[in-house]
């Protein structure tokens, strides 16, 4: 089904719902647990997951309750790809802070990259209840709809979401690809074409309003968008990849479908 290649797009820069979002870095002069802390959360926010999983667990050996720190620890098993480690790490912070969202979003992020979309909608489905105005929840419920075919679903998660942080960038990025994801490229675009030209932009918002410009037919403007991100050869590969999507869409549309979308 051409929408389910489609789909396979959206698990590259599902993301937002997977993203880590670090907490600040403080500038402190003092050592002990907390300077560890923020050290390690400098390194996770850099990609140092090594470093950071070290610094996480010194942290840990000076205060072993601390959430914070076992949350860390999660993450950089999770970053580092280790997804079984991180689901018993956030299990055991789950555990330990029932009515903390983070090691809840842990768990729901694990499932999501497990591909268990049925363990992973429930785990966001509950945390949008419970914490209807956190934006990360909400980017995660709409990607697990989205991977799900409840395009329309999504949506009216990500337009509830937006009109309480309209300034969410995952958000937008993924209500435009959910709209591409249903088949309606122009609207996504419309939705991409509002953060896209920033200059603190994810790459995934461009890369998306490329897919949407070239399922239009417009694969020029697709090639600019791509080339600002990526070398030539990438942008010839999802050049080719995006006119595939195109040419199977149509095969699956209504013959009066064109003119619609």
Do not use: W
Not at 38 to 44: E, F, N, P, T, Y
Not at 52 to 59: G, I, N, T
Not at 150 to 159: G, I, L, M, P
Request: charged share 20%; hydrophobic share 45%; with cysteine.
């Amino acid at each position: 089904m051409a929408s389910g290649l489609l789909a396979a797009t959206l698990l590259a820069g599902c993301a937002s719902g997977g993203a880590f979002n670090p907490r600040p870095v403080a500038a402190q002069s003092n050592v002990g647990p907390m300077s560890d802390l923020r050290l390690a959360d400098s390194a996770l926010a850099s990609g140092s997951a090594d470093l950071a999983s070290s610094l996480y667990e010194k942290a840990l050996k000076a205060d072993p309750n601390s959430i914070e720190a076992q949350v860390g620890l999660a993450d950089s098993a999770y970053q580092a790809g280790d997804l079984e480690r991180a689901r018993v790490l956030y299990t055991r912070a789950a555990g330990a802070a029932p009515g903390n969202p983070a090691p809840q979003l842990g768990l729901a992020r694990v499932a999501l990259r497990q591909r268990r979309l049925d363990d992973a909608a429930a785990l966001y489905q509950t945390l949008a209840a419970d914490h209807p105005d956190n934006a990360v929840a909400a980017e995660g419920l709409g990607t697990v709809l989205d991977l799900q075919g409840h395009h329309d679903e999504a949506q009216s998660v990500y337009r509830a979401a937006l009109r309480l942080h309209p300034d969410a960038q995952g958000l937008t990025t993924n209500l435009g690809l959910s709209l591409i994801l249903a088949n309606k490229p122009r609207e996504g675009a419309n939705v991409l074409l509002d953060i896209a030209g920033l200059p603190n932009a994810p790459p995934q918002a461009r890369q998306n309003l490329a897919l949407a410009y070239a399922l239009l037919g417009n694969m020029s403007a697709a090639k600019q968008i791509l080339s600002a991100d990526l070398p030539p050869a990438s942008v010839d590969d999802n050049l080719r990849f995006y006119q595939l999507l195109r040419t199977k869409l149509a095969a699956a549309m209504p013959p009066d479908a064109a003119s619609r979308k």
